[in-house]
């Protein structure tokens, strides 16, 4: 089973695999059924194999049934709807697309750019009355006469399913194509981690143009023979009514989401307790450990936290289920896991850079060579992964992340990490997020400082939270600015991120 279309294989029945709000169910076998449909449609507007088509879909089952049936029949490339004209003609054209999927009735940024490059668009029609997830592919105007010749041929293990960018944060984003057998992969890989059963329903609130969501609560749930209940994005406002109409027995989000879910289960417990969950799980960041240990009280079950990232197919490591280490990203779960040298080709013990290798592996970037001499090196007869992430692996087996290598910060030499600075940080009463990155100094070259949010009816001041620091920490360590916001700055998927925070805070001027 190592192809996309093996996901939905082995599991007989209608049983229900797709929900969403006040949508009936989609069962298995309708999803097998929308799979030919789409098949034959791609095929008839000139799209097949090794052909690259992108999708741009608002969060829910069309978005997860788009990826999953199109990824049978050519390859998937799911764009943020949030993107404006400029930047989609930019992916657009990096990704070399043919095609372009949108909703029906759609008018936006995404479509003028597609207009603009003159690529095929296909429309997703959702009937009146349709379970979740099932549409019909139509074209606009007269894009279905191409007069092209499709590959109609099924994509193989080796061909690319997924193809996304990296962030970008620090330069160009880079194209990670996945094949389809890191993706059959990382799914199974999942499954075995989190012993994910056919009883078992996900309810998904992380975007599904990201890896996190595509794999751990799409591709995961249907290798396992489980469902997915899609919600429409995150909100913590209706998370709960949501969880009361999925009846999930786990859901996965990133450390912002789950601390805004905490923040309102006090209103809750009656769903918390009507809904018992077999497991929560996070990924994607880290987990600060009084999060951890607050998630576990409030619901009664084991929260397991999980590394993963885009090259990986998304997991890397998980927290056994019966085994938890708060501050720990957990053992090696598919993929081998070492440390390696920071800036020489070679394994060592101790902390030092993150390096992975296995079958869930990307092959590389594509169209970089500058990168992939960088990212991979060959040692002990295997192709390693350089991560980014800095860490070590303890005496059983849990690998312990001090920090991205670009986000640790060098205050004149000394390096802080920023992970440790948030930990103190979150053991001040008052503080209910926090995020430490550095600022541009002058003769030191960076300083240490963090934004945080408060708890509701909170009152503490930048000094009194120094000083909560330095009485926890060595000196160069404390942070000589701290911002309390009412919002630290996310990405688009959710997460906080420390590189070029100084600069959308407007603190690079002042510095």
């Not at 069962?27 to 095929?43: C, E, K, P, W």
């Not at 989190?194 to 992380?206: E, G, K, P, Q």
């Amino acid at each position: 089973m190592t192809c996309i279309k093996d996901l939905l294989a082995g599991h007989d029945g209608a049983g229900p695999a797709i929900g969403a709000p006040g949508r009936d169910w989609l069962s298995r076998d309708g999803l097998r059924a929308l799979s030919n449909d789409v098949a034959q449609s791609l095929h008839c507007f000139g799209i097949g194999r090794g052909d690259r088509v992108a999708i741009v879909l608002p969060n829910g089952p069309e978005m997860a049934t788009a990826f999953v049936t199109i990824a049978q029949v050519a390859t998937t490339a799911p764009l943020n709807p949030a993107y404006r004209e400029d930047e989609y003609v930019f992916y657009l054209e990096d990704l070399k697309a043919r095609a372009l999927v949108l909703a029906g009735g759609y008018d936006g940024p995404a479509l003028a750019a597609g207009q603009r490059l003159g690529l095929t668009i296909l429309r997703v029609q959702v009937a009146p009355g349709a379970a979740a997830g099932a549409f019909t592919l139509s074209g606009d105007g007269a894009e279905r006469t191409t007069g092209r010749t499709a590959d109609i041929s099924a994509p193989g293990d080796s061909d690319v399913a997924l193809i996304l960018h990296t962030s970008g944060t620090t330069s160009r984003p880079k194209i990670v194509p996945l094949l389809q057998s890191n993706v059959s992969a990382s799914a199974h890989n999942i499954v075995a981690s989190l012993a994910l059963t056919s009883t078992d329903r996900c309810l998904n609130v992380m975007p599904l143009f990201h890896i996190h969501g595509l794999l751990a609560a799409v591709s995961a749930s249907l290798a396992a023979g489980a469902s997915i209940w899609c919600a429409p994005g995150f909100d913590a406002l209706k998370f709960f009514g949501w969880m009361k109409d999925a009846q999930p027995t786990w859901y996965t989000a990133v450390p912002t989401m789950h601390q805004a879910i905490l923040s309102r289960a006090g209103r809750n417990v009656d769903v918390i307790a009507a809904t018992p969950l077999r497991f929560l799980r996070s990924s994607s960041a880290s987990l600060p450990a009084q999060v951890m240990v607050q998630l576990h009280e409030t619901f009664g079950a084991p929260v397991i936290e999980a590394y993963g990232m885009t090259e990986a197919a998304h997991q890397m490591c998980c927290n056994p289920l019966g085994q938890q280490k708060p501050g720990s990203v957990g053992v090696a779960s598919g993929p081998k896991v070492r440390v390696a040298h920071e800036s020489e080709n070679r394994l060592i013990d101790g902390t030092g850079e993150v390096v992975i290798s296995g079958s869930n592996v990307t092959p590389g970037y594509e169209g970089n060579a500058e990168a992939n001499a960088k990212n991979f090196f060959d040692v002990e007869g295997q192709r390693w992964f350089r991560t980014g992430d800095q860490g070590a692996i303890d005496d059983d087996g849990f690998l312990h992340l001090t920090g991205r290598l670009k986000e640790i910060i060098n205050r004149g030499g000394e390096k802080v990490s920023p992970l440790e600075v948030d930990g103190v940080l979150l053991d001040h009463p008052a503080i209910a997020q926090v995020v430490t990155f550095a600022l541009p100094h002058p003769k030191l070259g960076e300083e240490v400082a963090a934004a945080v949010v408060l708890h509701d009816g909170a009152d503490v001041d930048e000094r009194e939270i120094r000083e909560f620091a330095a009485g926890r920490m060595a000196d160069f360590k404390v942070p000589r600015k701290v911002i309390i916001l009412d919002e630290i700055p996310k990405g688009a998927t959710g997460k906080m991120q420390r590189i070029g925070l100084a600069e959308k805070l407007g603190l690079v001027a002042s510095a």
